[in-house]
């Protein structure tokens, strides 16, 4: 079973920064790609950024220049850099993996259509607040 285990959410003044990490039980983001999430009260989940097998990345538009996926492929993890940030991005923060090979040419698509069955994290709270 894979396990996906986040970190590094916390409390930030409006314009701070905060790094999420999320690490994998196995080597699946290199294998499967992976995705951030968010969830905010009230509202549907939404996908933040993408960091496919080859590490192609893809940028939601509200946080395009604001935040950054990268990798470590050694410790099975992945990062997100979160700059200049804004009370709207307060959030349950999530990792997701899916639970099978996607070719690249779909992986986006896959991505926006991630089920209870693939892999997800805990999810980790990011609280932007004055």
């Known amino acids: 079973q894979v396990q996906l285990v986040e970190s590094g959410g916390g409390l930030v003044q409006p314009g701070g920064s905060l790094r999420l990490s999320c690490t994998a039980s196995?080597?699946?983001?290199?294998?499967?790609?992976m995705g951030w999430y968010r969830q905010a009260p009230g509202k549907q989940r939404e996908l933040v950024a993408t960091m496919n097998s080859s590490g192609g990345k893809y940028y939601a538009d509200f946080v395009k220049g604001r935040f950054t996926i990268s990798r470590d492929n050694t410790a099975n993890t992945r990062y997100l850099e979160m700059n200049g940030l804004k009370p709207e991005d307060t959030a349950v923060y999530y990792c997701a993996a899916p639970n099978r090979r996607v070719a690249l040419s779909a992986f986006y698509a896959r991505m926006m259509n991630l089920r209870e069955d693939d892999y997800w994290g805990q999810g980790t709270q990011v609280t932007v607040s004055s």
């Open positions: 196995t080597r699946i983001f290199s294998v499967n790609g």
